[in-house]
């Protein structure tokens, strides 16, 4: 048969599967602008031959489109046999050759295919590598693979946000006190409020309503050391529960800041208005800048959630907290959420700060669109 002069689109309707290996050698002696039409061709052909040709096309020094289609049909018809090369290309590609790596990987049919996964992350200390297995654990739902994502919050190396990821999806409230001992260890603010946020997460998916940060409460109770006291007050607060405020109240008053801080951050988050008084409290009597405004950022999120309440009721509550911003940036933020509640009163407020040297503009904007918001 004259391979040049067939089309190769035909060559499903002319050759079996189980014969396909007797022609690959024909195949190889195509030029490389036939290749990509081989590549597309093979994926018609889940055998161990046609998988190890586009191995072979995917790794060599043809063109990236050769590689780009090679790699594609490997996540039609690759298996475990194929992870490790695909996981490699998706670490160390680029454009839309890494792309199609990441999307075959993801692919791949078949339970072999996750052990196999699993089998390379037990082994493998290169950090791009364990990203690109990580990621396709989270896109092909490995729920076993929750030992790895919680080794690698251990690591300095680590994806935060992939770890966070797949901890999420994954994990549950029986990993809450290593995940703590991790966080503890830490000494990024950012990396510890985010396992936090976590372990808040597996909370609220567990026990009764009104026991899910019982834990957390004993645990604090117990502990002496501000650091770890204030993670385990951000938890209790971003929990929610409100048979957990009076303890969080309790901490605004302690002489610690850290554990202050905490506590107002706690409140700062809360998910129900119950925390509406203890944010106005903070705002008005609070001589640390960093709490006032936390206290203020609260309160807008609060008063803005409330969708159910006349729009002058919310702007009412909006210029109260206006009167109580200690800069121009949470003036700002107020005014940004006027135009959510359109009605006359915050119509006239905005307009009233027309000339005012540090938030006119912002005004000016607010009062445009809550004007153009009571024509509709």
Request: charged share 30%.
């Amino acid at each position: 048969m004259n391979w040049r002069r067939k089309p190769v689109g035909l060559i499903p309707r002319l050759v079996s599967q189980d014969k396909i290996d007797s022609y690959l050698e024909l195949l190889a002696s195509l030029p490389d602008n036939l290749q990509v039409q081989v590549a597309a061709v093979l994926a018609n052909y889940p055998v161990p031959a046609a998988r190890q040709y586009l191995v072979n096309l995917a790794g060599k020094l043809a063109s990236a489109e050769v590689r780009t289609e090679a790699i594609v049909s490997l996540g039609k018809i690759g298996d475990s046999s194929t992870v490790e090369f695909l996981a490699e290309k998706a670490a160390t590609a680029h454009g839309n050759e890494k792309a199609a790596a990441k999307e075959s990987l993801a692919a791949l049919r078949g339970r072999e295919v996750d052990k196999k996964i699993l089998e390379i992350l037990s082994t493998s200390s290169v950090q791009e590598l364990r990203n690109e297995l990580l990621l396709a654990a989270c896109e092909r739902n490995i729920r076993e693979s929750r030992e790895y994502f919680l080794k690698e919050a251990a690591n300095p190396s680590a994806d935060v946000a992939l770890v966070s990821r797949g901890l999420r999806a994954f994990g549950d409230i029986s990993l809450a006190e290593e995940l703590l001992n991790v966080a503890y260890k830490s000494e990024d603010e950012a990396f510890r409020e985010e396992m936090a946020g976590i372990i808040a997460a597996w909370a609220k998916q567990s026990a009764r309503p009104d026991a899910r940060s019982s834990y957390f409460r004993n645990l604090l109770g117990a502990e002496k050391q501000p650091e770890r006291q204030a993670l385990l007050i951000s938890i209790i607060g971003k929990i929610g529960e409100r048979n957990s405020l009076p303890l969080l109240r309790g901490y605004l008053k302690s002489q610690e800041p850290k554990l202050r801080e905490a506590a107002v951050r706690a409140l700062t988050d809360w998910p129900e208005v119950e925390a509406r008084d203890d944010l106005m409290f903070i705002a008005r009597v609070s001589a640390d800048l960093k709490e006032k405004v936390l206290g203020i950022r609260g309160l807008v999120r609060l008063t803005t959630s409330e969708k159910c309440r006349r729009p002058e009721a919310v702007v009412d509550s909006l210029k109260e907290i206006y009167a109580l911003c200690p800069r121009a940036e949470e003036k700002k933020l107020v005014l940004a959420v006027f135009p959510d509640f359109p009605c006359e009163p915050g119509l006239s407020f905005c307009q009233s700060l027309d000339n005012d040297p540090e938030v006119g503009p912002e005004a000016r904007t607010a009062a445009e669109k809550i004007t153009q918001r009571l024509k509709r």
